[in-house]
């Protein structure tokens, strides 16, 4: 399939294979939703009024639909609803003599990326952080409970997660302050205030909830298969020392919750189908409710990788190469098992994987693995700098793609500075 | 001060001292802000309307703000507007000459109590639930970790704290399923899927925050002070034995978020300024961000009551007597704490003091600690029931209220009843 609309590098992440949506504004008007192509973005509610949409079921409201700063309403409509959009623009895109490609006014329609701000893709209703990568969780045991009790027993029964704060996901650009807060360095004196000094990264994706359920109704594997939208980069900042002495017995809580950086654009799971692959063997089986059969592999083979820019230099330099595949659980299995209890899920809620680490060191997604609890030197390139976490004023840059026959489903990227603590 | 407009008894929750507010509906109208005095509901759009609100700074648009289903928009224009919105209406009330009792007609301004359906007060953005008695995590610390680890080294430090679930926040009277989901009976065996079979209620207190904060900049106790609208009652509904198996490590997730009841009726911390009282002592001093010298006491004397009516029974059983003034953390630090990292609370959101356990059996704040983890039954009247934990069909309240002189402040209530788990 090919875009005759506007040209698209072969290396662009956003040929018209992928199409994802995202809510942009230009020169300061009102936000609305976008489909970013090459270097372009689509508006919609320019192409609902040109009748792009028209024929679609469920969508009679196109234009109000595709006029919020947010994906939400989008997002409830469902998976019969999306499928239609994306043929519609895809047609729209390839086809020379489009009905609607006759009346549109190519600037009206169609924005140049460089020239847009781009806003949180929906309004989060609430947000959740699962801690799904088997390596990770093994990594993260060893360092604190030492290896013979690195998993939890629970671990390979159910995808352990956790709730997380939704007021502070924000979108990739935005810088963040280091958080003060307690820790207590030295365990047999009291706990100090101050800047954490333990900062770090999560390599993680998330994805956006669709329709969801409703209270007491919850979602099977297949539903929980269409009830998700799509998938974006997501950077859950951890402030380490602050987490290590909070955590205990109720969990992360404002060692996680000054700031979560999320990728704007939401890559489809249509974009993304072809790219399913095996999720890795199940050890035990698990419980029916989260074992199902289905025809379809539940992992998704989606190349992740994590720059740092540090302070002292203008280059980024390599920290990361993982990949979504590594996930234990799989996405649907997250979420149905998020509402088997009866629990509801909302459109545009966000569910994050939980750190993506992989089997070997270089594809570890945290400093904290990387440094392995801060023991030893990670080194940025030929430069000389080392870090064994994230300084002020360094850039933290995750970027993902899929690897098509000549073309590739990308990301975009989900970046975020470190700015210095507030004085308190 | 008298109620002149509507009589008022003596053993009324809702005096012209108290003056809570809420989102009511009539006949399936749309709803909207209203003040619960004696037995009947003010409406707020017909007193806007009226001209009563006119002279208020900053509430320009005072009907807008209180034709909205929620009372974010009120939330957010903090505590001035709020005390001059009760200033007016407090003079209304009780000034038989005052000039828009001349134009209001009775029958618009003012609805039976009895007649309307109660609405969730906010659109909760984030829910946060702290675990603030000493008391109840001793216990519960006993009961896990036995007599020497019972209370965690950071507990007298800090508020411990967790997200929670935003979207299963529901309003009085809502009835919810018991939640099926994965727990472990037998250590030595793997888990089984079913219903709880533990199921239990949480006696607390919940506080909605006002204009809140942005991300990166931390409230002081004296701005958070100023930044609580009001609190209502609340029930955190918990399986523990679904809890028990998935909280490691990080803490509550589907053991409490198929479902939290919170009371209807926000009561301003106006209405509560004559019941503060001393904190309990703090020791060790906290640290200087949750320390402070505030010339006010911390804490609020509240008596609190939960009934159970079991399904054989028509009758409410009393449960436990407990008060709020037993919790070790004021609602003021856990709400600096909450923002210390930066974390932007924000109009609507809503904290929960966690599990209000007094010193004496008698004041244990759930079923846990009252049949000592099912060890013992609990009594209920002379009826000869029994309960360990929350059967199907049991119906749980909770009710609250400050003693004056003459008069109460009162809650109204928090009750649901817990229906058989749906089969899956
Ligand atoms: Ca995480
Ligand atoms: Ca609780
Ligand atoms: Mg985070
Ligand atoms: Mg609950
Ligand atoms: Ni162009």
């Known amino acids: 399939m090919e875009c005759t609309f506007v040209s698209v590098s072969p290396l662009s992440d956003f040929p018209i294979q992928n199409l994802p949506f995202g809510v942009y504004s230009v020169n300061g008007e009102s936000a609305r939703v976008g489909v970013a192509i090459g270097d372009h973005v689509l508006d919609l509610p320019a192409l609902s009024e040109l009748g792009l949409f028209a024929q679609i079921d469920g969508l009679e409201n196109s234009h109000s639909v595709f006029s919020k700063p947010y994906l939400n309403d989008f ?14 623009l895809q047609e729209f895109l390839s086809n020379d003599s489009h009905p609607v490609r006759q009346q549109a006014d190519k600037s009206l329609v169609c924005v140049e990326l460089s020239k847009v701000a781009m806003h949180l893709p929906a309004k989060i209703g609430d947000y959740t952080d699962f801690y799904a990568s088997r390596e990770h969780a093994t990594n993260v045991g060893v360092m604190f409970r030492g290896k013979d009790n690195a998993l939890m027993p629970n671990w390979t029964h159910l995808p352990v997660g956790y709730h997380g704060r939704a007021s502070s996901v924000v979108v990739s650009g935005t810088p963040l302050h280091r958080p003060n807060g307690q820790r207590r360095p030295d365990a047999s004196k009291p706990p100090v205030f101050g800047p954490s000094v333990r900062l770090d990264y999560e390599l993680e994706m998330a994805f956006f909830v669709g329709p969801g359920n409703a209270l007491g109704e919850p979602m099977s594997l297949e539903q929980a298969e269409d009830c998700i939208f799509g998938v974006v980069l997501m950077n859950d900042w951890s402030a380490r020392d602050i987490q290590a002495w909070e955590y205990v017995p109720l969990g992360p809580f404002l060692g996680k919750s000054f700031g979560t950086t999320v990728s704007p654009w939401v890559v489809t799971m249509d974009a993304l189908e072809p790219f399913r692959v095996a999720q890795p063997p ?37 920290l990361t190469k993982s990949n979504l595949k590594y996930m234990y659980w799989a996405l649907r299995q997250q979420l149905t098992h998020h509402s088997i209890s009866g629990c509801n899920m909302r459109p545009g809620d966000l569910c994050g994987t939980g750190t993506i680490s992989g089997p070997t060191e270089d594809s570890f997604g945290s400093m904290l693995e990387l ?15 080392t870090r064994k976490f994230i300084d002020d004023n360094d850039v933290i840059r995750i970027t993902g793609h899929c690897q098509g026959n000549g073309f590739r489903i990308g990301f975009g990227e989900c970046v975020g500075q470190i700015l210095p603590a507030k004085h308190i």
């Open 282 to 318: 199940q050890d035990p089986q698990p419980l029916p409710y989260l074992a199902g059969s289905s025809a379809t592999p539940g992992g998704y083979d989606i190349s992740l990788e994590v720059h740092i820019k540090p302070h002292e230099d203008t280059e980024y330099h390599l």
């Open 75 to 88: 997002m409830a409509l469902g998976r019969p609803v999306w499928r239609a959009v994306r043929k519609q």
């Open 371 to 385: 440094s392995w609890s801060g023991q030893k030197d990670v080194v940025l390139g030929a430069s000389g700098v």
